[in-house]
């Protein structure tokens, strides 16, 4: 399980790098899907959004699993993806953002960032194993 996060990180830093290398982008998703959204800019966000979902249905005719899949509703999904679209624009970007290529290009906001997430995270953890699970 864990072999599957260090390939999938090891994955978005060699594609963050070779478009930061390649054409001078920074790989952020809510950057990139808010330019799409917005302004409808150049090919290369099209296509870098679409090999995010090919990715995933690559693997899954290939008969693999994609790991980490959530079990949930429709409404749930709808309303936690516009509370991250309204986070990301409130923080200025996204974890892949800041963590990956704001801390790579040595940006305080982006550390800053960062360490916000990986303490709510750390909070959120605690809160939901150890409150309310009632352990």
């Known amino acids: 399980m864990y072999l599957h996060a260090l390939e999938g990180g090891l994955l978005i830093g060699f594609a963050a790098s070779l478009l930061l290398l390649g054409s001078g982008q ?3 998703i809510s950057g990139i899907v808010g330019n799409v959204v917005e302004r409808w800019p150049g090919a ?13 249905l690559i693997v899954r005719l290939a008969g693999g699993v994609v790991p980490g899949q959530l079990e949930m509703g429709w409404p749930l999904i709808l309303g936690s993806g516009l509370l991250v679209g309204f986070g990301t624009r409130l ?45």
């Open 26 to 28: 920074i790989a952020g």
């Open 91 to 135: 923080g200025s970007g996204c974890t892949s953002g800041h963590g990956l290529c704001g801390l790579g290009n040595l940006s305080t906001r982006s550390l800053a960032a960062t360490l916000i997430f990986m303490l709510v995270a750390m909070v959120t953890v605690f809160v939901v194993r150890h409150l309310l699970a009632g352990g």
């Open 44 to 56: 290369w966000r099209w296509a870098f959004l679409g090999g995010l979902v090919a990715a995933v």
